[in-house]
């Protein structure tokens, strides 16, 4: 974990603004920058698949009735998995509806948000878009209304290659080989009242225990995601993933972890979203190794943080159809994003590397239109939301290894998060590209923020890049007719002097600087 000791309040004096201390030593490395870090979700939720990435009679649609726009913007924003089908929506999927003419495809309803689903969109199709966009799937199976054979029967549909009834069907809706899937997560959010098929710890940790030895009977080296607790805020938190575990230990990989983060008026408490991810992370670790500890087991699981973002759900565009309505597609959970949004975004990912000893995988929810960097207007444009650009530039620059960095930094307060960090910062270092990248965030919502780093065991260091992502109003938005107005810059203030970097970070800021090294 990356080592901050805050020392003191922020603020400004006439010697200039705050300052913060960094020492980066390629010595100290936390663990590998892992590529499922910069995962995405698609569920049949709103117009996230039809109108989203599936839309036959758009003008940029190719022959399967994907959006090119769509996976074109995908592939620029770097995602490396997919989770799909859901979400809440999977847990009352029949995976059957999806496959074979879709002509024959039933229609049905979705109670997890009442919708109608025409399940023109299904596993096959789900595949060949996940290939078009050069992402890695990774599967939810339905553990709400369904149970440990229907799971054992959409693993042998997706995997095993032929010569079973459900592979053979595979093979006559057009896919000859097996998908290869790895990474399946058993079920969604089972803690949740919500849910379809809510269970107590103990009857959903036997569920998945069965489900989880069942599909390894099948294929042993398959990754699984047992359900942790749907947020730091539910009640049974801790003791959810300790019974879990208890019944799962052995037979899973990882744990799941989710959290959402919403604006409620207080900017500064916004922008304390990193150090609450952070405290969860530890939290979630703890009670992981506690059960290992009892156990005395010499496995080690580790988190799955396959849904995070921010989500303004008490907003009217996160209301759900009610009564007799049940539309296909509704506008649902259509978050349009300002440049603090983006800000706490590019946070969360300096957040997730900071732990990737621990956290594995992640998933940014969603993908398209819903709570999403990429908004598409049905029959017409898509466009980048505030939030893309952070996550694209951490996706193509992070490499190699995730550093550990001593980090000194005035504290801020907001709202209920007392003393956390004001600048919040990792680094990657890839050796064969002779490059390090300092990923840095300026928390203060009205403070600019000086950054002194001493980059000890690389050499020299020269720039080769330096933006910074900010605007004086941090509530501008990007839109379908202005997207472009406010992107990451240049930041001229950004120096290196042997091993020594300097720069100015402005208040509510996210920045980027990469670095040659040894040179």
Known sequence: MAATEPVGPTGTSDAGPAAAKITMDPAFAVGPVRRRTFGAFVE???RCVYTGI???????ADEDGFRGDVLELTRELGVSTVRYPGGNFVSGYR??????PADKRPVRLDLAWHSTDPNLVGVDEFAKWSAKAGVETMMAVNLGTRGTQEALDLLEYCNIDGGTALSDQRRANGAKSGYGIKMWCLGNEMDGPWQIGHKNPREYGRLAADTARGMRMVEPDLELVACGSSGPTMSTFGEWERIVLSETYELVDLISAHQYFEDFGDLQEHL?????????IHDIVSHIDHVKSVKKSTKRVHISFDEWNVWHMSRDESRAPTGKDWPVAPVLLEDTYTVADAVVVGDLLVTLLKNTDRVHSASLAQLVNVIAPIMAEP???AWKQTTFHPFALTSRHASGTVLQLAVESPLVSGGK??????????????????????????RSA???LGLDAVVSGLGNVRVVEAVTYANKDPYWQATADDSTSVLPS???SVKADGGRLTAELPAVSWSMIRLAVGQ
């Open 44 to 46: 049949h939720l709103g």
């Open 54 to 60: 599936f839309e036959p009679d758009h003008p940029q």
């Open 95 to 100: 995976w059957e509806d999806g496959v074979g």
């Open 272 to 280: 304390s979203a990193g150090a609450r991810m952070e405290a969860f």
């Open 379 to 381: 029959g017409g444009r």
């Open 417 to 442: 998060t007392l003393d956390f960090a004001t600048v919040s910062a990792v680094a990657t270092y890839d050796a064969e590209k002779g490059e390090a990248v300092v990923f840095a965030v300026n």
């Open 446 to 448: 009205t403070e600019a």
């Open 490 to 492: 240049e930041n001229v």
